[in-house]
């Protein structure tokens, strides 16, 4: 019997409906970022999103959709696939 094992059996695994009671176990909601308004510090907490390319969103805005940060070469397609599912585009505010 291997070490980890011997630990699984006198430790015993969580079960599933522990994981289900714990609420730290429950999936995160992350909040989409709306690339018409978010600061450039908001868009920084996207994951590859540098401080360059956050200027850039917001010195190209507004958006019609998000797929426009690629159509006008914004940010490069690899980086829009990593981030497309965290970005929404909300119509601008009227001043």
Known sequence: MGFFSYLVLQLGCPTTAAAADDPAAQPVQIEA???????????????HISMELAIKITGGRPYQND???????????????????R??????QKK
């Open 67 to 85: 797929q426009e940060l690629v159509t006008r070469e914004i940010i490069p397609p690899d980086i829009y696939d990593k981030i497309k599912g």
């Open 87 to 92: 970005i929404v585009t909300r119509a601008p």
């Open 33 to 47: 970022v709306d690339i018409n308004s978010a600061s450039a510090e908001k868009l920084m907490e996207l994951p």
